[in-house]
């Protein structure tokens, strides 16, 4: 667990591959990735000023049986994002560009806001993501191809979103439970809390 502070983990250029790990409680980002290659698997977050995931200079990202969840109610002036993503990284004396690959398999990205997932392509620059078998809410013209079995501001009715109780699991009649991708269930055949999810997987990282 990582929890408390202004960043959780800060990768730039960086590789690395996250998995059964729950982030919390952030000022600014649970994981702030510049142009990295990241692998996350049975990833938790919650309770992040700007976003629980921040993807800045694009980079490859595959995440999967992921559970973004944010509840942030520390400071109403941020955004309090399950995850952003962008082309573009101010390093203080220049904007940089990258391109980017994103996969969001079998997984939840929920907030208390109206948008959890927020995007801004720059032109002229890659900008490649795929959804599949994911819960999403967004809205406020927001328009993303949500690809093959995804859900739409859908409630994944968490059994205590609250931080000091935090408990991510599905409730018996989320609309996430049993909704996951198999084929992709199985490159990740646990769950978080070492729960076989081969048959009839859920979203997130909870089974």
């Not at 800060?10 to 142009?35: D, K, M, P």
């Not at 309770?47 to 400071?75: M, P, Q, R, S, V």
């Not at 990258?98 to 806001?113: M, R």
């Amino acid at each position: 667990k990582v929890f408390g502070g202004t960043r959780g983990l800060e990768l730039i250029g960086a590789t690395a591959v996250i998995e059964n790990s729950i982030f919390h409680t952030h000022q600014e980002f649970g994981i702030f990735a510049v142009n990295s290659v990241v692998t996350a698997n049975n990833l938790v977050m919650n309770n992040c000023g700007e976003a629980n995931f921040g993807i800045f200079k694009g980079g490859t990202y595959n995440i999967t049986h992921a559970t973004l969840a944010n509840y942030w109610d520390l400071n109403s002036a941020l955004p309090g994002l399950g995850l952003y993503a962008t082309n573009e990284y101010d390093n203080g004396t220049s904007v940089e560009q990258g391109a980017l690959t994103l996969n969001i398999k079998n997984s939840i990205i929920y907030t208390s806001q109206e948008n959890a997932v927020v995007f801004q392509p720059t032109a002229g620059q890659t900008f490649n993501y795929v959804f599949q078998n994911s819960l999403l809410k967004y809205g406020n013209g927001s328009n993303y191809d949500l690809g093959s079995g995804s859900i739409k501001n859908e409630d994944p009715k968490f059994q205590n979103y609250f931080t000091q109780k935090m408990n991510l699991r599905l409730k018996d009649d989320s609309p996430a439970k049993g909704k996951g991708n198999v084929a992709v269930a199985a490159t990740v055949p646990f769950d978080i809390v070492k729960v076989s999810r081969t048959v009839s997987p859920s979203m997130g990282a909870y089974q």
